[in-house]
């Protein structure tokens, strides 16, 4: 309740309708992360940041400004568990190709293309 309250005192805080309950191991996060950036599809924003578990402690603003400059727009991401062996379950009738998505508001293509490049 408390949460919800946010966003009535502070334009810039957004509360989502669905939620999905997660437990300390990020079961149902991607859900809830996906609600979110769904959220924001008619908001006038220029940054997306997700900062999950130790990122909101480790991360000042000035650091935070630092990343975005050295990535330069890129989209950096890091799927699955990195402490347990679970598999990760991934909806197999769903595209989570970027443009299937919709969740872009402009994407520089021969940036991405640069990007996965780097990346292999």
Do not use: A
């Not at 950036?37 to 578990?53: C, P, R």
């Not at 568990?81 to 872009?104: E, Y």
């Not at 402009?106 to 990346?119: G, P, Q, Y």
């Amino acid at each position: 309740k408390d949460v919800r309250n946010l966003n009535k005192c502070f334009k810039d805080v957004l509360v989502v309708e669905i939620e999905f309950p997660m437990d300390r191991s990020s079961v149902n996060s991607i859900l809830n992360i996906y609600e979110c950036i769904e959220s924001l599809n008619d908001k006038n924003y220029k940054y997306l940041f997700l900062l999950q578990n130790d990122d909101v402690l480790l991360q000042t603003d000035r650091r935070l400004v630092q990343i975005m400059m050295l990535y330069n727009g890129s989209l950096d991401i890091d799927f699955g568990s990195s402490f347990t062996s679970r598999p990760v379950n991934v909806i197999k009738n769903v595209s989570f190709k970027h443009k299937d998505l919709n969740i872009f508001k402009k994407v520089n293509w021969f940036l991405l293309v640069i990007f996965r490049l780097f990346l292999m």
